[in-house]
Each structure stands twice: as C-alpha cells, then as structure tokens.
C-alpha cells in the first residue's frame, strides 16, 4: 500500500511563501486558460472570415459562370478551377452526405448564396459543411484534418469544419458544384505572444509580490516583538501601521506590553513595601532575641531570624531583577567570566576557568554578571569546586560550569529552576541559600534571549549550559 507524503512537506512554511504560491498557481491555471480560450476565438475568427471570403468567391465566381455563354462555360471553369477551389459542371446537385457534420454553418451559407444570388425557393443551392478531406475528381485529395464540430450557428462557427461544398442551379438545368478548404488558423504560440504573455506574468508576479509582502511584514513584525517581549518588558512599542486588522493587532499588543509592564512594576512595589515592613519587626525580634539568657536557645533563634531576613532579602532581588530596565553594552564575555574565577579563587574556593580568546557580546553587564555569579557559586558550595570554559559558533556563544558534586536526578533537573524550589536529596539545606539562585540565572540569561539548561555528566557532576544568540 503506497503512502503518500503529506502536503506540507511540498508548501512553504511562511504566509508570505504559501500565499504567492496560490497566486502562482492561480495566475498559471488563469494564463493557461486565457491561452486556450485566445487560441479557439483566433481559429474561429480565422475560420469566420476565411468562411465569408470563400462564400463570396462562390457567389462571383457563381455569377460569372451564369451569365457566361455555354459554351465557354467549360473554359472559365477549367481556368478557375485548382486544388484549392475546385468547380465543376454536373446534371446532379451536390448528393447528400453523412459527412455534413454542421448542418447550421451550411445553412448559414446557403441562405447567404441565396440572397448574394436572388435565387428563389424553387432553385436553392445545397450546401455541405464537413470535418474531413474531400476527393478531388482526378487529381488527388484535399489534406484536411478532422475536427469536432461546435455546432455554433453563422459565420461565427467556421472553427467546426475544415472545408465546404456547395452546389449552384444553373438557369439551363445544370449545377455548378464547388468544393474548397477553409484556411489554416497558423501557429497560434508565436515568439511574439509567448513575449507578451511572460512579460504580463512578470509584472502581475511582482506586483502581487509586493502587495503580499506589504500585508504580512506587519504580522512577521508583530512576532518580532512578541518575542522580544519575553526578553525585555520594556522594549519600545510596536509601530501601528498596515491594514486595519494589523493595526489593531500592533495597537493590542502594545497595550498588553504596557499592562505587563504595569503588573510587574506594581509586584515589585508590593513586595518592596513588603521587605520594608518586615524589616522592623525582624529587628526587634532580633534585639529581643540577644535578650535570652539561653546561649543555645538564642543562637537559634538569631539563626531564624537571618535566615527570614536572607529570604525577604533575596525575593526582593529576584523581583527587581526582572523588572531591571538596564542597558546593553559590549563587553568581553571571556574576560568577565574569568574575573569571577579569580575573585572566588583569591577567597580561596576552589574555581578555574579554561583559557579561551576574547569573545565580545551586546549584554546586560549586571544581570549577566549575577547569573554566573549564581551558577559558579551553586557549583562550588553543592559540587565542591567548579571549572568554566567559553566558546563560540557563528550562531551562539556557549559557557559550560562543571562541578564534581552528586549530580541532580534527572526529574528534578527543570525543577531546579523553579523559585524557592530545593532538591534536598542532593543538596544540603544547612550549606545556606533560599532557592532562587538558579531562577535568577534564568531570568537575567532568558532576558538576553538564551538559554539555561542543567545536565550530569557522564563521569560525575553536574553541568550547566548558557547559550547566548549571537
């Protein structure tokens, strides 16, 4: 049983590729059908006027004959008479054929001899319109090619037959018979036509091209910012320009973009004002608590109390973290790298970093700083020590930070990002944090249009992979 590709598979993947191609198409089937229809009205127009002219020539050449003596009557038809238009003289009209394929064009003739020759009903000619070749008495045949007949009444329907007989009384009894072809059409597909038609699909393409592309650049813009909305909420407003529709589209996306914005500002007031507030009472419970006689009793409590002043502390940060508005600026991302390396190895931990040439980006310089801040940190405190290393594609720069630690389990190694989320089982609760280190890394590399990702080694620890698009 054949299986058959499906469709998509042969269609562009973009609206502007997909809609040309059905313009494509429409304007092939349309010019492929105006051929056609040009090339049967031209053969129709031929066979009309060659029709009319050959019903002339028979009824001149009729009453040449008529009003001739009788006995030159054999001459004239002799000297008139070749290949193409033959007469003779006969006692019997034209005899009735099954080759009269368009009885319509014949009568039309007919009553067109009629009245070029005044003859009555008691003297009508015959006339016989057929689709094939016709013996010629003597002298071979006519080469005529068969074709279907229209049926079309008159003149206009001379495109049905290829050539015409007809028989005219004479006043003395006999009948003059004429047998001729009607003209070839001739090449319809000239060089000159095949020009026009080209140049008319050309210039019908382009414009399409252009009126197409005018209507869905402002939706590939409109994506545009979509996406650069999820890297920076405060990213300018997209332009309201094109159809109505686009315009209405870009005028609600801006004003989604703004109410964003206004939700995160507000969250970070909220939670501003929270911290402030907490702070007070975490002060005075931390004054009360150096009250307490019990050394032991009040270390703790102390302990408690840091460890809510660390968390509203550090909720604080990841709020306006991603609500920051900072600029970008080149920097050397190798040479900012290595001077987190060495001012956690000058405090003694133990990081190092693989030499690596310059490698200069458009960032946000504090955020950045903060996340692999937050990643080398993470690898030295849960994994023990941590090596970094830098590289760069044509599409993408890429910074690994290994640790020898225990690892994550694999189901939990999205999780991880998650804010306030701590995987006990691999990660000791007393070595201190609140669990927001890993989605402030998030936030600062998602807002340079990267990616974060988390995976074991195969020899042990962990690795975490920043990809910035160049």
Same mark, same amino acid.
């Given at each position: 049983?054949?299986?058959?590709?499906?469709?998509?598979?042969?269609?562009?993947?973009?609206?502007?590729?997909?809609?040309?191609?059905?313009?494509?198409?429409?304007?092939?089937?349309?010019? %492929?059908?105006?051929?056609?229809?040009?090339?049967? /009205?031209?053969?129709?127009?031929?066979?009309?006027?060659? &029709?009319?002219?050959?019903?002339?020539?028979?009824?001149?050449?009729?009453?040449?004959?008529?009003?001739?003596?009788?006995?030159?009557?054999?001459?004239?038809?002799?000297?008139?008479? /070749?290949?193409?238009?033959?007469?003779?003289?006969?006692?019997?009209?034209?005899?009735?054929?099954?080759?009269?394929?368009?009885?319509?064009?014949? %009568?039309?003739?007919?009553?067109?001899?009629?009245?070029?020759?005044?003859?009555?009903?008691?003297?009508?000619?015959?006339?016989?319109?057929?689709?094939?070749?016709?013996?010629?008495?003597? $002298?071979?045949?006519?080469? !005529?090619?068969?074709?279907?007949?229209?049926? &079309?009444?008159?003149?206009?329907?001379?495109?049905?037959?290829?050539?015409?007989?007809?028989?005219?009384?004479?006043?003395?009894?006999?009948?003059?018979?004429?047998?001729?072809?009607?003209? =070839?059409?001739?090449?319809?597909? +000239?060089?000159?036509? !095949? !020009?026009?038609?080209?140049?008319?699909?050309?210039?019908?393409?382009?414009?399409?091209?252009?009126?197409?592309?005018?209507?869905?650049?402002?939706?590939?813009? *409109?994506?545009?910012?979509?996406?650069?909305?999820?890297?920076?909420?405060?990213?300018?407003?997209?332009?309201?320009?094109?159809?109505?529709?686009?315009?209405?589209?870009?005028?609600?996306? $801006?004003?989604?973009?703004?109410?964003?914005?206004?939700?995160?500002? $507000?969250?970070?007031? *909220?939670?501003?004002?929270?911290?402030?507030?907490?702070?007070?009472?975490?002060?005075?419970?931390?004054?009360?608590?150096?009250?307490?006689?019990?050394?032991? =009793?009040?270390?703790?409590?102390?302990? +408690?109390?840091?460890?809510?002043?660390?968390?509203?502390?550090?909720? %604080?940060?990841?709020?306006?973290?991603?609500?920051? $508005?900072?600029?970008?600026?080149?920097?050397?991302?190798?040479? *900012?790298?290595?001077?987190?390396?060495?001012?956690?190895?000058?405090?003694?931990?133990?990081?190092?970093?693989?030499?690596? &040439?310059?490698?200069?980006?458009?960032?946000?310089?504090?955020?950045?700083?903060?996340?692999?801040?937050?990643?080398? =940190?993470?690898?030295?405190?849960?994994?023990?020590?941590?090596?970094?290393?830098?590289?760069?594609?044509?599409?993408?720069?890429?910074?690994?930070?290994?640790?020898?630690?225990?690892?994550?389990?694999?189901?939990?190694?999205?999780?991880?990002?998650?804010?306030?989320?701590?995987?006990?089982?691999?990660?000791?609760?007393?070595? &201190?944090?609140?669990? *927001?280190?890993?989605?402030?890394?998030?936030?600062?590399?998602?807002?340079?249009?990267?990616?974060?990702?988390?995976?074991?080694?195969?020899?042990?620890?962990?690795?975490? +992979?920043?990809?910035?698009?160049?």
């Amino acid at each position: 049983m054949k299986r058959f590709l499906p469709a998509s598979l042969f269609l562009p993947a973009s609206l502007f590729g997909q809609t040309m191609l059905v313009l494509f198409a429409g304007l092939v089937i349309s010019l %492929l059908a105006g051929s056609w229809i040009y090339t049967n /009205d031209r053969e129709q127009a031929v066979r009309a006027v060659g &029709g009319f002219a050959a019903a002339e020539r028979i009824a001149n050449l009729a009453r040449l004959v008529r009003d001739a003596p009788a006995d030159l009557r054999p001459r004239i038809i002799a000297g008139l008479s /070749d290949r193409t238009f033959m007469l003779r003289l006969s006692p019997q009209p034209l005899p009735g054929s099954a080759d009269d394929d368009d009885a319509s064009v014949a %009568l039309s003739i007919k009553q067109f001899l009629m009245d070029a020759l005044t003859l009555d009903a008691a003297h009508q000619p015959r006339v016989a319109a057929s689709t094939i070749g016709v013996q010629h008495p003597g $002298n071979g045949h006519f080469m !005529m090619r068969r074709g279907p007949p229209d049926g &079309g009444g008159g003149f206009g329907g001379f495109g049905a037959f290829r050539n015409l007989r007809a028989s005219i009384p004479l006043p003395d009894g006999q009948w003059l018979t004429f047998t001729t072809a009607l003209p =070839e059409a001739g090449l319809t597909f +000239t060089p000159q036509f !095949m !020009m026009s038609m080209i140049i008319m699909a050309i210039i019908v393409f382009a414009v399409s091209a252009w009126a197409v592309r005018r209507v869905t650049s402002p939706l590939a813009s *409109l994506a545009t910012a979509a996406e650069r909305l999820g890297r920076d909420m405060n990213a300018p407003p997209l332009p309201e320009t094109g159809s109505t529709e686009t315009r209405q589209a870009s005028r609600a996306f $801006n004003e989604m973009q703004v109410r964003l914005r206004n939700l995160i500002d $507000n969250r970070t007031r *909220l939670l501003a004002a929270i911290s402030h507030d907490l702070r007070t009472p975490l002060t005075l419970l931390r004054l009360r608590a150096e009250s307490v006689e019990n050394a032991n =009793e009040r270390d703790r409590m102390l302990a +408690t109390i840091a460890e809510m002043d660390s968390m509203v502390g550090a909720t %604080l940060n990841f709020a306006r973290d991603e609500a920051v $508005n900072e600029p970008r600026k080149s920097l050397d991302i190798v040479a *900012l790298t290595q001077s987190i390396a060495d001012d956690m190895g000058d405090a003694g931990l133990a990081v190092e970093m693989e030499p690596a &040439g310059s490698i200069v980006y458009e960032a946000h310089a504090t955020a950045l700083k903060r996340a692999l801040t937050n990643l080398v =940190e993470n690898a030295v405190k849960y994994g023990g020590s941590a090596h970094v290393s830098a590289s760069e594609t044509p599409s993408f720069i890429e910074i690994n930070i290994d640790d020898e630690g225990p690892g994550i389990p694999p189901d939990e190694l999205k999780k991880v990002f998650e804010p306030f989320y701590r995987v006990e089982a691999s990660r000791n609760s007393e070595t &201190g944090g609140v669990g *927001l280190g890993l989605a402030i890394a998030l936030s600062a590399i998602q807002a340079h249009g990267g990616e974060l990702s988390l995976a074991n080694r195969p020899e042990g620890g962990l690795r975490a +992979t920043i990809r910035l698009p160049k």
